[in-house]
């Protein structure tokens, strides 16, 4: 913690016990008033009282400093703080025309009645002119606390500071017995602990604001807020309380008149000597300390001067060799626009290419969608007559023929089989994509659904983890999985029962998908070609199939902005993983991993 913020720390205390102090004699006064106890109401016996509405103002005005005294406060905290402030100015300014203008408002025994003829109250429960103008004073400044001039300067000090110069008679006439300082006058006089509680509350307002206008002479570290601070104090209080010592002598008769006023000038004379002399070694001490840090300064300078030399030969030969090095520059900056340029056409060629590239595509995918549409009729008819001719024969077909027909339908049949999938893969890269939130759950349902044969005949068990929403093409995803799910079904050993599970994991961000199995595996050198189409690993004669399966299992999920792959040996399974682009707010929720059985 730097100075600056214990002193800050230490004035912010300081304006709370001022504050509150000043709440205190308020109440304590006020329940003197009310309880009717002379020693509330005026310390001593004999001496002027507290008014009931001094206490009230009072009260008031350790309110205000209390919610005003910090720079940075709540809005409702300053505004209740003001009103106050502005009530305490009401109430001086209406006391003062009273005894200015002679009017009778009826606010002096609003609250309590006092008799006539009180000591040192020349109208029965009205403050005195002195107390009611420190309360005009000190409300202003309350609320002008925060305001500046042009100038830097803050009238709120300058306020608080007359209210100290109106008290400061008061208080020294009560110490020194002189009650003609406490009031004008046959007017109201100025109560004992009225004063102390304007030199309080005085003292908390001026340090509410340390940093800020006359106080930041004395709060700045420099030579003249040292002095301050040594000075000022000892000057507030060594006259006060040599004058009280010296009359506290003549009083008990030790000394004259005469030899009392020379005996409190040489005090005076010696502790301002010995203060002018500490603060003056100090300031020495101060002054030496300066020197030196400007010697340091000095020589500090001197040795950055030779660095500075040093440093600009330096400068001087890198921007020479740098002249150099910016010539190169430019030359190869214009070899790299020359190259720029060259590959900006090269570019452009390569657009056209996929321009063309992608006018070919779609030609290849509309002739294979109508291919493909257009031989289903004659295969269902080759497939049709070949089942009839044998019918229409009757025992008549020589059994070569009936073999030779058998193999003519069974052809028919595989080439409708492939047909139907070149139709499939063909609409998978040309069908409009549609894109709606949609269960993936469902999609696999509808898989296993279509699979149900080969699932009871095969006895296999399907499992899945707890799977997401996603946004994408309900048709292409359940033909994504129905592909994958009939692949895992297919490629088993002989007599071994499919355990297929359908996965989902969240990593970094992201849903990765999958369909693992337990199937004979694939070699790792055709993970990249099992998905093109019509590649197979292995003969007709041990698994059936097309070999277009897993190139409408790629298409689909490239169509959905994502890749597929396969982690597989063989002989251990395979697992088919793909991801997909997922809404943001789907990627967000990621549920517990849990498997459950499919519906089948």
């Not at 030790?254 to 040489?266: C, N, Q």
């Not at 499939?424 to 409009?432: E, K, M, P, T, V």
């Not at 949609?438 to 399907?462: F, G, K």
């Not at 033909?479 to 071994?496: E, M, T, W």
Request: proline residues 4%.
């Amino acid at each position: 913690m730097t100075q600056n913020d214990s002193f800050s720390r230490t004035a912010n205390l300081v304006g709370l016990l001022a504050g509150s102090f000043t709440v205190a004699l308020g109440l304590t006064v006020l329940v003197g008033w009310f309880f009717e106890v002379p020693l509330l109401k005026g310390v001593f016996s004999g001496l002027v009282t507290m008014k009931a509405n001094t206490a009230v103002g009072f009260t008031l005005t350790g309110v205000a400093l209390l919610l005003l005294r910090q720079e940075r406060t709540s809005i409702g905290r300053r505004r209740v703080g003001q009103v106050c402030a502005g009530v305490i100015v009401l109430v001086g300014l209406l006391t003062l025309s009273q005894y200015v203008v002679g009017w009778e408002l009826g606010i002096d025994q609003l609250l309590f009645a006092e008799e006539v003829g009180t000591i040192g109250t020349s109208s029965p429960g009205r403050m005195s002119p002195i107390t009611a103008l420190n309360f005009a004073l000190l409300g202003a400044a309350l609320v002008l606390l925060d305001t500046e001039t042009r100038r830097g300067r803050r009238p709120a000090q300058l306020l608080v500071v007359v209210v100290v110069l109106c008290t400061m008679p008061a208080l020294t006439g009560y110490l020194y017995g002189t009650l003609t300082l406490t009031g004008f006058a046959a007017s109201t006089k100025m109560a004992v602990h009225t004063a102390v509680g304007f030199l309080v509350v005085s003292v908390g307002a001026l340090l509410a604001r340390p940093r800020r206008g006359l106080m930041a002479i004395v709060t700045y570290e420099s030579v003249g807020g040292f002095m301050a601070r040594r000075l000022i104090p000892p000057a507030l209080v060594v006259p006060i309380v040599l004058g009280w010592l010296r009359l506290a002598g003549e009083w008990a008769g030790f000394y004259d008149a005469e030899f009392g006023v020379s005996l409190t000038v040489m005090a005076m004379i010696a502790v301002f000597s010995t203060l002018v002399w500490f603060n003056s070694v100090s300031l020495h001490r101060m002054d030496l300390v300066r020197r030196k840090s400007e010697e340091e300064v000095i020589r500090a300078h001197d040795m950055l001067e030779v660095r500075v030399a040093e440093r600009t030969a330096d400068l001087h030969r890198v921007n020479a060799r740098l002249h150099t090095e910016v010539a190169e520059r430019s030359r190869a900056e214009e070899k790299l626009k020359e190259h720029t340029n060259t590959l900006a056409a090269m570019n452009q060629k390569l657009e056209r290419i996929n321009d063309e590239l992608v006018r070919r595509n779609t030609e290849l995918d509309e002739f294979t969608y109508v291919a493909s549409h257009d031989l289903q009729e004659p295969l269902r008819k080759l497939v049709s007559f070949g089942q009839l001719l044998p019918k229409d024969l009757g025992g008549d077909l020589p059994p070569r023929a009936g073999k030779d027909l058998a193999f003519i339908t069974d052809a028919a049949r595989r080439m409708q089989t492939l047909v139907v999938d070149l139709l499939a893969l063909s609409r998978a890269g040309r069908a409009d994509l549609k894109r709606e939130r949609l269960s993936l759950d469902d999609c696999v349902d509808r898989a296993v659904q279509a699979l149900a044969t080969r699932v009871v005949e095969t006895h296999a068990e399907i499992n899945r983890d707890a799977l997401p929403d996603v946004v994408g093409d309900p048709t292409l995803l359940t033909q994504l999985y129905q592909n994958l799910l009939g692949n895992a079904l297919k490629f088993v050993s002989v007599g071994r029962t499919p355990l297929v599970h359908v996965t989902a994991e969240h990593d970094n961000g992201r849903w990765i998908f999958g369909v693992r199995d337990n199937g004979i595996g694939i070699k790792p050198q055709y993970h990249e070609q099992i998905f093109a189409p019509f590649k197979r690993l292995q003969g007709r004669d041990e698994y059936e199939g097309t070999g277009i399966g897993l190139a409408i299992a790629r298409k689909a999920v490239e169509r959905h902005g994502g890749r597929i792959w396969v982690e597989s040996e063989p002989a251990r399974g395979a697992h088919f993983k793909f991801t997909l682009q997922v809404d943001a707010e789907v990627a967000e929720w990621e549920p517990e991993k849990v498997s459950q059985p499919s519906c089948c």
